[in-house]
């Protein structure tokens, strides 16, 4: 942290006024040193309310003061205190301009900028950033979206992020949308809020995301309709365009610091941010980017998640990610290289439960090693012998509901590791293991499945989970992943989207598929065993495939669909790991 010893008295200014280059004005909290003087600013601006409770665990804006900084919380633009019309993403590029500016000329900011922040706040510090104010010299973007849209922000593998659209849009963002809309009648905001609430009450159940098609969801108001209408697109819709950073971090200068979890919904755009960003650094020959990732969901830095207890050295007051974050900033705004220190990358490692730190990501001397799936529903080193295929029957009508993983969805969803015993008891769920490991297994990096299937339907889905099976026999979920049928040319590999017009499958014909699960960090401990299951939903995470080559938004149509899993010499589905030493 800074080497002055921290201030005594902190002030705190209410509604501070910043007019954006179209008169709009927009409202924030500061925090400073009550004695004075200048500091270099730390602005984070936010959809969510500027003066709701921050996790200390993440980032303390007091404790950052009292070391010398000013702290500035804003609404962005049509929430909470600030004026103008919400259009999410599309006006943060342009109004963090302006407000890094605006900044930098405060009376007590010597004129140097820092962004911190999480998920919608670590956008805005990205579209801040590309528009190179001079000012923001550097960022700390944490579980951050948008990177590109189509692979976990409002799409995975070509299905539609169901739940987690739904429940940001009626969760944090609906509340303030209609008390604008019904800002001069209360009985009508009274009546809009009631719909709200009763509308997350019943997807808290599932029964409401049952609703086909999606297009008939009910909406309390106009004012959330809006924001839904991502769930008609497909992947070549052009709006992906306006929203994808991914291609255009070359526009950034401020160097970053990228904080992430293993359970987040938006792991990919954490890691995808923090390869782009190094390689920009490594060819500029600046200041490289740092990358922690924790044993975390996208809400949360505590050591316990869903249900494993990664132990105390798991949580954000361990780590101390505010300490983390203000050597990042001591060295990038005040010079004070000393403060960096560690290595640039720490990486949570599941399991053996402790961090494990690199100079890079992913990690010198990491392999790939294949696991194929087994005709006796094993899970081996070896490719399969000539085997038939294993069947099962996928119905819409009674989707496989999703049990933890990377999610983000209602309370009575919550994300992280949990027990797949249940659904995998079901018929329709595939489960291949391997025999009881007598060494540990770590795997840290990417993970991918590989399969070889066919489906009687002209249009399906195929699951993929990598599960750590305990000695006791629980099936703990590690990370999981999607493709629609049709859209398998969009996901050529993993780590890869080019997006292409859907294109339906020849019912009964075996196509090669390619499932990303993303990464994780995960030591398979002895005694344990590595199992994959494979299936074709995880409802309501993502929309349900309705088997029949329309859309679940527009049609409640389905069909029932036969699918084939073949492993054998000619046809082999395998998962590939990322492995290191123990």
Not at 194 to 220: H, K, R
Not at 483 to 499: D, K, L, M, Q
Request: net charge negative.
């Amino acid at each position: 942290m800074a080497t002055t010893a921290p201030v005594r008295e902190v002030q705190i200014e209410y509604d501070v006024e910043t007019p954006m280059r179209d008169g709009t004005i927009l409202r924030s909290t500061v925090y400073r040193p009550a004695a004075g003087g200048r500091y270099p600013v730390l602005l984070s601006r936010t959809p969510y309310g500027r003066d709701a409770g921050t996790d200390p665990l993440y980032f303390d804006p007091l404790r950052a003061a009292r070391n010398g900084y000013v702290v500035v919380r804003q609404d962005v633009r049509g929430r909470y205190g600030s004026d103008g019309v919400f259009d999410p993403s599309h006006q943060e590029a342009d109004d963090g301009h302006d407000t890094v500016q605006w900044a930098a000329d405060l009376p007590y900011c010597d004129g140097t900028v820092g962004m911190w922040g999480r998920s919608y706040f670590a956008e805005t510090q990205w579209r801040a950033a590309m528009t190179r104010p001079s000012a923001l010299r550097a960022i700390v973007p944490g579980v951050s979206a948008a990177h590109e849209p189509v692979d976990g922000f409002q799409m995975r593998g070509g299905a539609r992020e169901l739940g987690s659209r739904w429940v940001w849009v009626h969760g944090p963002i609906g509340p303030d949308l209609l008390a604008r809309q019904h800002a001069g009648d209360p009985a009508a905001r009274q009546q809009a809020m009631t719909g709200l609430l009763a509308g997350l009450d019943s997807a808290s159940t599932g029964d409401l995301l049952a609703t086909l098609p999606l297009s008939a969801l009910p909406e309390p108001d106009p004012a959330t309709a809006g924001l839904m209408a991502s769930l008609a697109r497909d992947v070549t819709d052009t709006e992906w365009d306006r929203t994808r950073l991914d291609g255009r971090y070359d526009r950034v200068q401020a160097p970053a610091l990228h904080i992430g979890g293993w359970f987040d919904v938006f792991l990919a755009g954490t890691l995808g941010q923090y390869r782009a960003t190094a390689d920009l650094a490594a060819e500029r020959g600046t200041r490289p980017p740092r990358l922690v990732i924790g044993p975390w969901p996208h809400v949360g830095v505590a050591g316990v998640c869903g249900e494993l207890d990664f132990g105390p050295t798991a949580s954000g007051a361990f780590v101390d990610l505010t300490d983390l974050h203000l050597r990042w900033y001591d060295a990038t705004l005040k010079g004070q290289e000393e403060q960096l220190t560690g290595d640039p990358v720490r990486l949570f490692v599941m399991g053996e439960n402790r961090w494990r730190g690199y100079d890079r990501y992913p990690v010198p001397g990491a392999r790939a090693e294949e696991w194929y799936l087994q005709p006796d529903g094993g899970l081996d080193r070896r490719v399969a012998s000539a085997s038939a295929p294993d069947i099962y029957d996928y119905d819409p009508r009674d989707p496989v509901p999703t049990v933890g993983g990377s999610t983000l969805l209602t309370p009575s969803l919550p994300p992280g590791p949990y027990d797949q015993r249940a659904i995998e008891a079901r018929p329709d769920v595939l489960t291949y293991t391997s025999a009881v490991l007598q060494q540990p297994y770590t795997v840290l990096g990417a993970v991918s499945v590989t399969l070889h299937a066919a489906s009687s339907a002209p249009d399906t889905d195929f699951v993929a989970r990598l599960v750590d099976v305990h000695p006791d026999g629980r099936a703990m979920g590690v990370a999981d992943g999607i493709i629609r049928a049709s859209a398998r040319e969009s996901y050529p590999e993993p780590g890869v989207v080019r997006p292409v017009p859907p294109t339906p499958i020849e019912p009964d014909t075996v196509y090669e598929y390619r499932i990303d699960l993303w990464a994780t960090g995960q030591t398979f401990l002895p005694g344990h065993r590595i199992r994959v299951d494979v299936t074709s939903s995880s409802h309501p995470r993502w929309d349900r495939n309705l088997n029949t080559g329309h859309s679940a938004y527009d049609s409640a149509d389905t069909a029932v669909a036969r699918q084939r899993i073949f492993h054998d010499p000619d046809r082999p589905s395998l998962i590939t790991l990322t492995v290191v030493e123990p």
